[in-house]
Each structure stands twice: as C-alpha cells, then as structure tokens.
Nanobody
Framework: QVQLVESGGGLVQAGGSLRLSCAASRRTFSRYATGWFRQAPGKERDFVAAITWSGGYTYYAESVKGRFTISRDNAMDTVYLQMNSLKPEDTAFYYC?????????????????WGQGTQVTVSS
C-alpha cells in the first residue's frame, strides 16, 4: 500500500505562487506515474497535470498550461506542482494520485492511490 501526503497549500493573492508537494511512503514510488487533480466545491474532480515515472514526459490541462509545472524527485519520493500566476478560479482542494502504470493519464479512475488533499485559495 502506498500512502501519499500533500502539503504546501494555503491562501495567496491572485498573481502569486505556491508550490505543492506530494510525498510517497514507498520506494517503489519511482516506478509510478503521478498526477495532480483538483476539486472545487460542488464540482467534479478535474485533472491538472501528470508526470511519467521517469519524469521524461509531462501532461497538463489546458487551463494551467504555461502557469503550472509538475516535477519529481525520485530520490526524495516526492512530486511537486509549482503554481505561478494563480487565479481565483484555481481555488480548489488539490490531490495527488499515483498509478502503477508508469504512463500519464488524465482520468481519475486510472489512478490507484490518492492523498488526502490540500486546500489552495486564491483571493482576487
């Protein structure tokens, strides 16, 4: 079983930045693809970004492309989401997730493990 713990959320003004971290409990993390998703109140959980196990390929939702960057440090068993130029519409609970398949995917049901999430609030 893999446990994921997100951190780094908080309150920021529009135009600001935050960096989210997702720490995994198992060394095998390095063979898993990892994604970030977000869910605003009353809405479905949406794909944000994903990265292959090697870090060689990344995939972004159109709404965050050019503003967010996903990366990973397999030596630290951690995946990051750098969020720049934040907008009020980025406000949501952010979750990281991992899938045993090493390739990226934007579908929530393709992911095997989920963290508890961290709140990101962007004020206007």
């Amino acid at each position: 079983q893999v446990q994921l713990v997100e951190s780094g959320g908080g309150l920021v003004q529009a135009g600001g930045s935050l960096r989210l971290s997702c720490a995994a409990s198992r060394r095998t993390f390095s063979r898993y693809a990892t994604g970030w998703f977000r869910q605003a109140p009353g809405k479905e959980r949406d794909f944000v970004a994903a990265i292959t196990w090697s870090g060689g390929y990344t995939y972004y939702a159109e709404s965050v492309k050019g503003r967010f960057t996903i990366s990973r440090d397999n030596a630290m068993d951690t995946v990051y989401l750098q969020m720049n130029s934040l907008k009020p519409e980025d406000t949501a609970f952010y979750y990281c997730a991992m899938r045993r398949d090493g390739s990226v995917d934007r579908r929530t049901n393709e992911y095997d493990y989920w963290g508890q999430g961290t709140q990101v609030t962007v004020s206007s």
